[in-house]
């Protein structure tokens, strides 16, 4: 009776841990170090967002957060959220057929991403894979004020699209240490539309400190977002991509 009451303690025990790990809460915010390089066409005019609209790389925020459970049925949940945002200057530029001078301009794309996953290794001899979709959201504009050589007003074109991308996340827990190396990769294609975010990082996790614990992540993000116009309720087609450091703060409930 005694072996039976010690093994039914022991199981309770190893069942309330792994739940325990299983139901997790994580997230960061930081800031993402951009550069930014591509085309904007509107047609008959094509112009390079650096050398022809002179925008600037810049520091813009995110945010991500994610929940894990101990159901197996029911996808894990991923929120995020960046703001690429770049501004320019220069001598004159060309759009609809309308000439602008002393241009100052921003490109602004606005992202919310939802990703639904599932754990296929749950830090399996200290690697984790996650496989799932994630329905991202960008809501973008582009503005130009100037003082106008042959135009009627200045540019504030608004555009947005929604779109499901397949999600892969890989992370390995280096032995002995606190640091973990992750790496996430997302993208679709179709016609003329073509998404890629990828990134890799390292993370530092303070697990001495108890319930909540803090940590630090740096890594390097990769986007690549070409739309085409039409499916953007607008006569431009963009094909830019934006890249750069970015680091944070993190929190593990």
Request: avoid cysteine; proline fraction near 4%; hydrophobic fraction near 40%.
């Amino acid at each position: 009776m005694k072996k039976i009451l010690s093994i039914a303690a022991m199981t309770a025990l190893m069942t309330t841990a792994a739940h325990a790990d299983f139901l997790r809460v994580e997230g960061a915010v930081g800031a993402w170090n951009s550069s930014p390089t591509g085309t904007i066409e509107y047609s008959p005019n094509s112009f390079d967002i650096v050398d022809n609209a002179g925008l600037e790389s810049s520091t813009n925020a995110y945010v991500w957060v994610y929940l894990k459970h101990p159901v197996p049925i029911v996808p894990n949940v991923r929120i995020e959220y960046v703001n690429p945002t770049f501004d320019g200057t220069i001598a004159s530029l060309e759009w609809d057929g309308d000439t602008y001078a002393s241009v100052s301009n921003t490109l602004t794309m606005t992202q919310y991403d939802a990703v639904l996953y599932y754990n296929i290794l749950d830090n399996t001899l200290w690697t984790t894979i996650d496989l799932g979709l994630d329905v991202k959201y960008i809501d973008g504009n582009y503005a130009v004020s100037a003082d106008v050589v042959n135009a009627s007003s200045s540019v504030d074109a608004d555009f947005s699209i929604t779109m499901p991308l397949a999600y892969v996340r890989g992370r390995v827990q280096i032995p002995v240490t606190n640091i973990g190396v992750e790496a996430i990769v997302r993208g679709i294609s179709y016609n003329d539309n073509t998404v890629v975010d990828a990134e890799i990082k390292l993370d530092y996790t303070m697990d001495f400190v108890p319930v909540v614990q803090p940590g630090l992540e740096i890594g390097y993000r990769y986007q690549q977002v070409k739309l085409d116009g039409g499916s953007i309720g607008l006569d431009a087609n963009f094909d830019t991509t934006f890249s750069g450091l970015y680091g944070g703060i993190m929190v593990r409930f």
